[in-house]
């Protein structure tokens, strides 16, 4: 069952007029929603699983109002009585006057409403990718980058201050030499040159003991474009797949960035973060939260966030779904294409908060810029 409570919250934080009566509307249209997303889905839900899914949500409603309640009666707290002041002379109501009513009521209600329509597709969309293996396994081909003839073999690939100079392109195989005759020729080794170039990565972790030196664990990226089958049928679509590892944290991140075939679905492309953490089974190495990504131009600039939602499909795995307003769009491709450094914000289930950055280089920006093409955005 998807976790429904974080986005009511997000909803709900959104009211100015933050009443029983504005939620139960908030609550009435979520739940509309999501009974018209469930019973769009095909093939069709079995009823056990469809009555399920809004269970879980009047649970997360519940939830939703004990919290808020809880708040109101706290803040409704008898304060202690004040002196009392001078009387004064009342002053007479105007005839014939209106009442003052804020504008904002509606506003911030349509606000809410506007995001249950875009959180509810989402969420669902979620739901049915919670058996997907967090690796992926629909993979069809997988074109890797084409790599230039490696520097020097002593020159470092990552250097160990992250924010130094770009990681160098390399990789390649060097050119064979000519093997004296032989009465057996040797087995044929797999070209070097297939190999993706692996780009600077970084997980920075608070330090509570010292929060102005926070924990720096080097890793690296790996980025390709791959090709899935979307479904029987229906021709190959493109993808591009970036592998995160950063070992001495025992943390992995399998991103995948596609564009948004599911109509019902208001984002444009959806970005899939897998983790796998290690070792397995201690609970407090889980990712628990994930914000939508930040890009930047280098890795000393502030970071800019895509318009999108996050959506948390399961432990270690989320949905985001980039925002498919016109305004969104452009700024969204900006981002994605032309800012070298990605950062993405986490809490881990201990409550430690992290962030996760990586370079996209010269690898990662030429298997972005075919995406995009393959997409019909030049």
């Known amino acids: 069952m998807a976790d429904y409570y974080p986005l009511l919250a997000r909803a709900l934080d959104g009211l100015s007029d933050n009443t029983p009566d504005t ?20 093939p069709p839900l079995a009823d056990e699983e469809l009555a399920r899914e809004i269970a879980s949500l009047d649970e997360a409603i519940s939830r939703a109002e004990r919290a808020y309640s809880a708040s109101e009666r706290s803040a409704a707290a008898p304060l202690p009585p004040e002196p009392p002041e001078p009387a004064v002379e009342p002053v007479r109501p105007r005839v014939g006057g209106t009442p003052i009513r804020s504008p904002r009521r509606g506003r911030s209600l349509l606000t809410a409403f506007g995001l249950v329509a875009v959180i509810v597709p ?21 074109r890797p980058v084409e790599t230039q003839p490696a520097p020097a073999p002593s020159e470092p690939k990552f250097p ?3 924010g130094g100079e770009p990681a160098p392109e390399s990789g390649g195989a060097a050119k064979p030499t000519q093997a004296p ?31 102005q ?34 070992p001495d944290a025992g943390l992995v991140l399998h991103l995948t960035l596609r ?19 290690s070792p397995a089974g201690d609970t407090n190495k889980m990712v628990r939260d994930v914000n939508p990504p930040l890009f930047r131009a280098d890795d000393s600039a502030r970071g800019l966030p895509v318009a999108a939602l996050s959506v948390p499909v399961k432990e270690n795995l989320f949905l985001i779904g980039l925002s498919d307003l016109r305004g969104d769009l452009e700024r969204n491709a900006e981002l994605i ?42």
Not at 259 to 277: C, G, I, R, V
């Open 23 to 42: 939620r139960a509307l908030v609550f009435d249209r979520a739940r509309a929603a999501l009974t018209s997303q469930l019973r769009a889905v095909q």
């Open 122 to 142: 989402l969420a669902v969309a979620a739901w049915l990718w919670r058996d997907k293996p967090a690796a992926p396994s629909e993979v069809a081909t997988s």
């Open 160 to 162: 160990e201050r992250v």
């Open 181 to 211: 005759p032989a009465s057996k020729p040797p087995a044929a080794a797999a070209p070097a040159a297939e190999v993706p170039v692996a780009q600077k990565a970084a997980l920075v972790e608070e330090n509570t003991q010292d929060p």
């Open 213 to 246: 030196q926070p924990k720096v664990t080097s890793g690296r990226a790996l980025w390709r474009l791959d090709a899935f089958n979307p479904g029987q049928g229906q021709p190959l679509e493109t993808a591009v797949r970036a592998t995160v590892e950063i």
């Open 259 to 277: 564009k948004n075939l599911d109509k019902s679905l208001p984002a444009s492309h959806t970005m899939e973060l897998a983790f796998t953490t």
């Open 337 to 378: 294409r032309n800012r070298n450094w990605i950062e993405v914000p986490l809490r881990f289930a201990s409550g430690t908060r992290a962030t996760l950055v990586f370079e996209k280089g010269v690898g990662g920006n030429r298997v972005i810029e075919e995406a995009y093409k393959a997409w019909g955005q030049p």
